[in-house]
């Protein structure tokens, strides 16, 4: 799941002294009360690529390696093939990572890029682009997965946060109401309801009991402005 700069972590950044907050666009969510107060208080938001030791690249390469290493010393010399050995500690690594990089849910990915997500293992994480509120978001397809869209899963309880959308999304009711205000009305929907809200909407996501469902978005790097 991406990290979440909100506007309590603009708050801490400046009572700290700090100046710069590190937001790669790829693994960062930024409210757009965060923009506002970074904005107001001069502190630069850093959307530049994350580092390999953030993102895990280097790691995953260094863990191939040592394996790679470990098992041609068991071999015969001068009988190791390099690339094969490279090739199946790779597919070996993927078939073990049956969960997100998060670890938020349970993954199964065939070689030409399927994935199947199980829904029933997701972990809620916290977004805290609503404050004040107990919002509970997990991502399970994102860019990674070299899709175009985006999906994932959104719960609360008794609270309603507004929000205006940069991208399109498609919303499907699983449990409970999810209640979307739009142009002074209230359109309530209820479990295998399907919300469309293009971008560019001011709206109000709420419930007056609870709410799980999925969301779809268009395009992947939903956060993008």
Request: hydrophobic share 35%.
């Amino acid at each position: 799941m991406k990290k979440l700069v909100s506007a309590s972590t603009v708050r801490e950044c400046r009572d700290s002294g700090q100046t710069t907050i590190p937001a790669p666009q790829a693994s960062t969510i930024v409210t757009p009360e965060a923009r506002d107060l970074a904005a107001k208080w001069n502190i630069a938001l850093d959307q530049g690529a994350a580092p390999a030791a953030l993102t895990g690249e280097g790691t995953q390469d260094s863990t191939i390696q040592q394996i790679q290493q470990q098992v041609t010393a068991k071999l015969p010399t001068g009988s190791a093939d390099n690339g094969l050995i490279e090739q199946l500690v790779r597919k070996a690594l993927q078939d073990m990572q049956t969960t997100d990089p998060t670890g938020s849910c349970q993954r199964q990915v065939a070689d030409n890029g399927v994935v199947l997500v199980r829904g029933d293992s997701v972990q809620m994480g916290r977004f805290d682009g609503a404050p004040g509120v107990n919002v509970g978001l997990t991502d399970v397809i994102t860019g990674a997965d070299d899709s175009r869209m985006s999906a994932g899963y959104m719960s609360w309880e008794k609270a309603f946060f507004p929000w205006t959308l940069t991208y399109d999304e498609i919303d499907v009711v699983l449990e409970g109401e999810l209640h979307i205000r739009a142009g002074g009305k209230t359109y309530i929907g209820k479990p295998g309801d399907v919300f469309f809200i293009p971008s560019g909407a001011s709206i109000e996501f709420g419930t007056p009991s609870s709410v799980r469902f999925v969301y779809v978005t268009y395009p992947a790097d939903w956060t993008a402005e």
